[in-house]
């Protein structure tokens, strides 16, 4: 998602932590799992990360911002490029979804979005989409995209015409700002824009889970500023490693949830 302005970071995250109620209201609500840390990577500190995933051995990211917002492979160990590409410089760059051969982005709101080879990065195509773009992930051959709402879109990758929505609440309570997705393990997890928390979600029900609270993990990255927030989860099926970072943070941390994957 984009800049936001704010002479208090703490106090205006509180009061939207507060607005998407993931504090626990009553007895239904779901769950707050902490974590902790398996091992620590680089992360380059330039990158306001908007789309996050791991493939083929490579982490795969996208950064928003006009003028900045690029896609691009990186090992796990080392920050420098092994492929990047750069969008329209009038645009900005927004999450992405591996999808066969191709890499699918979005633009926050210009209704523009782009189909790119998955090993070059070259540009195969565009679409146009309505409402904001904000992140996406997959599965079963169907995108879950967020668009800063508290509904998930679906969409079909071959066309990215909308298919059907999902309603993520708490206790009964909508969950709005959902931002960066990734499917683990049969659910949804998404960061919640301008909070420390992470929404385990059912796709089935679109109800939260189990939440988990990485506070204090952006003092170790270095998130000095209000836009410098968690955003970016990835996830390697193979090796059962979930990976998350922030926006400019300087590293990226495997971690394990208290409460189990």
């Not at 329209?88 to 927004?94: A, R, S």
């Not at 904000?134 to 679906?154: E, N």
């Not at 015409?161 to 709005?176: E, S, Y």
Request: hydrophobic share 40%; aromatic share 12%.
């Amino acid at each position: 998602m984009a800049r936001f302005f704010s002479a208090s970071r703490l106090a205006l995250a509180a009061l939207f932590v507060a607005a998407v109620s993931v504090a626990p209201a009553s007895g239904a609500a779901a769950p707050v799992c902490g974590y902790h840390v398996v091992k620590t990577y680089p992360h380059d500190a330039t990158a306001f990360t908007e789309g996050l995933f791991y493939a083929d051995g490579a982490l795969f990211e996208s950064t928003g911002k006009r003028g900045d917002s690029r896609i691009f492979r990186r090992a796990l160990a080392d920050t420098a490029p092994l492929v990047e590409t750069r969008i329209d410089p009038t645009l900005f760059g927004e999450g992405i979804v591996l999808w066969k051969d191709q890499i699918i982005s979005l633009t926050w709101r210009d209704g523009l979005g782009y189909r790119w080879d998955a090993k070059t990065l070259k540009q195969l195509g565009y679409f146009y989409y309505a409402g904001e773009g904000w992140a996406m992930t997959i599965h079963d051959g169907t995108i879950y995209q967020s668009d800063g709402s508290a509904s998930l879109r679906l969409r079909d990758p071959e066309t990215m015409a909308q298919t059907g929505t999902l309603a993520v609440t708490d206790d009964g309570k909508p969950v709005r700002k959902l931002n960066e997705l990734e499917w683990i393990g049969g659910e949804i997890w998404a960061n919640v824009w301008l909070t420390d928390r992470i929404a385990r979600i059912d796709p089935a029900t679109g109800q939260v889970k189990a939440w988990i609270d990485l506070s204090r993990l952006g003092d170790e990255a270095g998130a000095s500023d209000y836009d410098a927030v968690l955003n970016g989860i990835a996830y390697d099926p193979e090796g059962k490693r979930i990976f998350v970072t922030g926006k400019n943070w300087t590293k990226l941390f495997e971690i394990v949830p208290d409460c189990g994957k």
